[in-house]
C-alpha cells in the first residue's frame, strides 16, 4: 500500500535550521511530485512547496523564498525539506504529501505523512 | 495568489442533515482546479474531491462537489457522526496553491 512515512519530530532554537525526510514506498517513487504542507496549532492549512520527483522542478510559497529547500532522493525514494533561519512562528506540524502532478507543476494531494511536529522555542 | 475564502466558518447541523460549505475565489480557478479535504482531529487531511466534482477513491457518494470560476461548493447529503471534521478546499489552476481557512462541521 502507499505509504508517506516521516522523520521525527524536532525541538529547535530560533535561528537554527530543520530538516524533514519523508520516505515514500508503494508506487513509483518518480510518476508523481512532493508537496510540503504545514499546520501551524489551531491554524489552517498553508503550502510551501512541490518538487518533481521526475525532474527536480520545484516551486514554493513567496514568503518561504530564500529559507526554504526541497531536495528528492530517488535512490531512497525519500523527499527531504530543510528550512532555515527558524522563527517562532515555523512552529508547526510539517507534512509532506504526494502531489498527483506532472513535472511542471503542483496539483493536488492524494496520500500524505503523518506528520512531523517542529517546535521553534529558546 | 489566489485566496480562497470559505463559509462558514462553523455548521452545526443534526444528523442526517444536509451540509453545504462554500468556497469562493478572489479570482476565476483556471480549469476548475479545486481540491476539498477533510481533516479529523489528530489526523492528517484525506482528499475528497479534486477537479471540483470528482470524488476520490473510496469517498463514499454522500460527499459531492460543484461549481466553477470562482465559486465552489462540497455538500454532504447526509450528515453522519463520524463527519465531524475541519473541511479544506484547495485550488492548483495557479503554479502557487493556496488553501482556504477551512469550514468546522459539528453534529448538533
Known amino acids: 500500500q502507499i505509504q508517506l512515512v516521516q522523520s521525527g519530530g524536532e525541538v529547535k532554537q530560533p535561528g537554527a535550521s530543520v530538516k524533514v525526510a519523508c520516505k515514500a514506498s508503494?508506487?513509483?517513487?518518480?510518476?508523481?511530485?512532493i508537496s510540503w504542507v504545514r499546520q501551524a496549532p489551531g491554524q489552517g492549512l498553508e503550502w510551501m512547496g512541490w518538487?518533481?520527483?521526475?525532474?527536480?522542478?520545484?516551486n514554493s510559497a513567496q514568503r518561504l523564498h530564500g529559507r526554504f529547500t526541497m531536495t528528492t532522493d530517488t535512490s531512497t525514494n525519500t523527499a527531504y525539506m530543510e528550512l532555515n533561519s527558524l522563527r517562532s512562528d515555523d512552529t508547526a506540524m510539517y507534512y509532506c504529501a504526494r502531489d498527483h502532478s506532472s513535472g511542471s507543476r503542483a496539483y493536488y494531494f492524494d496520500y500524505w505523512g503523518q506528520g512531523s511536529l517542529v517546535t521553534v522555542s529558546s | 495568489e489566489i485566496v480562497l475564502t470559505q463559509s462558514p466558518g462553523t455548521l452545526s447541523l443534526s444528523q442526517g442533515e444536509r451540509a453545504t460549505l462554500s468556497c469562493r475565489a478572489s479570482?476565476?480557478?483556471?480549469?476548475?482546479?479545486l481540491a476539498w479535504y477533510q481533516q479529523k482531529p489528530g489526523q492528517a487531511p484525506r482528499l475528497l474531491i479534486y477537479?471540483?466534482?470528482s470524488r476520490a477513491t473510496g469517498i463514499p457518494d454522500r460527499f459531492s462537489g460543484s461549481g466553477s470560476g470562482t465559486d465552489f461548493t462540497l455538500t454532504i447529503s447526509r450528515l453522519e457522526p463520524g463527519d465531524v471534521a475541519i473541511y479544506y478546499c484547495?485550488?492548483?489552476?495557479?503554479?502557487?496553491?493556496?488553501f482556504g481557512g477551512g469550514t468546522k462541521v459539528e453534529i448538533k
Open positions: 479570482q476565476s480557478v483556471s480549469s476548475n482546479d
Open positions: 508503494g508506487y513509483t517513487f518518480i510518476d508523481y511530485g
Open positions: 484547495q485550488q492548483y489552476g495557479s503554479s502557487l496553491l493556496t
Open positions: 477537479g471540483a466534482s
Open positions: 518538487i518533481s520527483s521526475y525532474n527536480g522542478n520545484r
